[in-house]
């Protein structure tokens, strides 16, 4: 079985532009979360989606979005980038509610 | 303070025992896991434990929890150099669908 994929692996964008992350959970699974991570921060929880339904947000800015296909693929979207949201942007996938989460590789996001 | 907190650093030498520690606050933690990163790498999902389980054993790893005092650790048997990385700890919650809320890390260096 494939594990969780995410496109781009690696991303430069400069202040103000917006992006758009992917996330291609286990084939099966309808939860799809993301997360920040930064040296300074740690991992923060951004939102959580379930059968296309966003089921949890954490305390970002309304700038960072997301949304669900009904394949379960999911996409997060930043837009008007500030230098602080450079981040590796971690996606994780599960089958349920509670049990495994399977994290991928990650999306590294600088903003010059 | 934090809601999961863990130690910054251990060090130990290859072969022996390594204990990482955490101490989370909230008493409707669901599930508990345990993960590792390593450098430029996602996260890996080692294990987890439910909340009302004690232990789980899995090959070297072993997972003590101590639900009163809201305290978790993850046992490393003989460790190797392949095993220098950081782990996380991390908690679902009841009613909180798959988010999970993060530790700091703990950096684990596995000396020859």
């Known amino acids: 079985k494939a594990g969780v994929t995410q496109t781009p692996r690696y991303l430069i964008k400069t202040r103000g532009q917006q992006v758009t992350l992917s996330c291609s959970p286990i084939?099966?699974?309808?939860?799809v979360s993301w997360y920040q991570q930064t040296p300074g921060q740690g991992l923060q929880f951004l939102f959580e989606y379930f059968s296309e339904t966003q089921r949890n947000k954490g305390n970002f800015p309304g700038r960072f979005s997301g949304r669900q296909f009904s394949n379960s693929r999911s996409e997060m979207n930043v837009s008007t980038l500030e230098l602080g949201d450079s981040a590796l942007y971690l996606c994780?996938?599960?089958?349920?509610?509670?049990?495994?989460?399977?994290f991928g590789p990650g999306t590294r996001l600088t903003v010059l | 303070g934090e809601d999961v907190e863990q130690s910054l650093f251990l060090s130990v030498r290859e072969g022996d025992s390594s204990v990482i520690n955490c101490t989370y606050t909230d008493s409707s933690s669901t599930y508990l896991y345990w993960y590792k990163q390593e450098p430029g790498a996602g996260l890996q999902l080692l294990t987890y434990?439910?909340?009302?389980?004690d232990m789980k054993q899995d090959q070297r790893l072993t997972v003590l929890l101590n639900k009163k005092d809201k305290h978790l650790s993850l046992r490393i048997a003989d460790t190797q150099t392949g095993d220098s990385a950081i782990y996380f700890c991390?908690?679902?919650?009841?009613?909180?669908?798959?988010?999970?809320?993060f530790g700091g890390g703990t950096r684990l260096m596995v000396k020859p």
């Open positions: 434990i439910f909340s009302n389980m």
């Open positions: 994780a996938s599960s089958f349920r509610t509670g049990g495994e989460q399977f």
């Open positions: 084939s099966g699974h309808r939860s």
């Open positions: 991390a908690e679902s919650r009841d009613n909180a669908g798959n988010m999970l809320t």
